[in-house]
DNA sequence: TCTGGGGTCCTAGGACCC
DNA sequence: TCTGGGGTCCTAGGACCC
């Protein structure tokens, strides 16, 4: 029986998702930034128009992006979140075979579906996302998931198909492909477009001609895969399953570079319990513990210098307590004077599902609980109370440098200044709607 | 002044073993 | 005199994704 798909893709996603609680800015220029302010990683379909590519730092395109009135955002990822389970929510009623590929685009496997009238699905789920969500979406469907990108590539580009794309003969399977540039192709890299110019290879229909056995000694398994599955050859099935993490990094930017260790240490500080707080949440625990810090790789005129270490827990972990002390380790370790970071973090490594924190297996009694998790939990249940910004209560190292200045801001702190509210997921800022 | 953050998978090469 | 070859595991780095 020969495999079908379709891919559900948000349209802009960021920036749909603030227009959703801010009608007026429908059909105006609309760009989201990435944390820190720095560059640009969603762009309404006028900002596209005006030239201003994707990934570009924001000091750079300002001037465009005022001269033209684009509203731009910081981004909100507690909104976005949201908005994105709601999208997916919807998809679940459609298929029972859902696989959520990433916050904004999920594969539906059709299997079964042959028969049906495609068109007529698609359309129905497009508009019942809309309604429901307040969110556009692109649907492409073919019989291999990197041709069902290509699809809802395509359609993106062609308003005309009117947000579906459903690509299953042979014949229209080529014309698209021709006029999809290999650039646009999900597995082909910036590496690859470049070598490919030289070879004379433009569109995804091009890269089909070159033949297997080239393929797979110069691009390996990735690009022989890739390569099958254009011809219409699935090499990628539905992971209806997630696949539990292996990793997890909590890093940021910082607005400057950092010399001094003990700012380094309070970043880490606070790096190591928002990766803590991702495992809890996750049922997970590590077993080693890495911190890291990088100078800044634009600045060629400083030297540069990139540091890490990695600690091995005694006891594989998911405590705040344990994960910082191993971080400081790390750190220390790995930290050489003289050198501005401008960025640093903590990755957990080894992780491992938390079984003995399963209630319905091993429910630990309330005397076995060390006290170092009941602290933990402690700290846990009065963050949870409200949804702020920020924790409420840390351990004393988070911040420490920040009170020892005085209250003045240590210089690693994000910068953030244009947020929107977060409509969906805080009591506070719930957005007011008048009736006249 | 100002350039994101969080992931996965594959490969090549070294260490080690028999 | 003679100086192999194959397997496994680990790691670092590359490439790619959104």
Redesign the pocket.
Known sequence: MTKLFALIDCNN?YVSCERVFRPDLEERPVAV???????I?ARSAEVKALGVP???????V?GILTAHGVEVFS?NYELYGDMSARVMSVLSRFSPDVEV?????AFIGLNGFQDRDLEAYARELRTTVKRWTGIPVSVGIAPTKTLA?LAAERVKKKPVLDGVMVLTDPGSIQIAMAATPVSD?????????R?FKTLGVYTAWDFTQQPQYWV?KK????????HLELQGTPCFGLKDQP???????????????VTQLDDLKEAVAT?AA??GK?LRQGGLVAGQVMAFAHS????KDRPQRQVAA?VALVTPSNLTQDITRAAFQALQRAYRPGYGY??A?V??LD?APAQDKQPTLFAPSKADQSKAERLQSALDRINGLRRTRHDLVSLGSVGLVMKQRGGKKGGWH??REHQSPRYTTAWAELPTVQAE
């Open positions: 996603f930034l990435s944390n820190n302010d720095g560059c990683v994707m990934g570009a730092p924001y000091f750079k300002r981004s590929y990433s916050i904004d685009e990108k192709v999900w597995g082909v890299g910036r590496r690859w477009v070598r797979r691009m390996g398994v990735g690009g022989m895969r890739t696949r539990d993490r292996k990793s997890c990094v909590a890093s940021r930017s910082f607005a400057q570079p790096f928002r990766a991702r800044d790789r634009f600045r990695t401008k960025r973090g990755m957990l992780l994000l910068r």
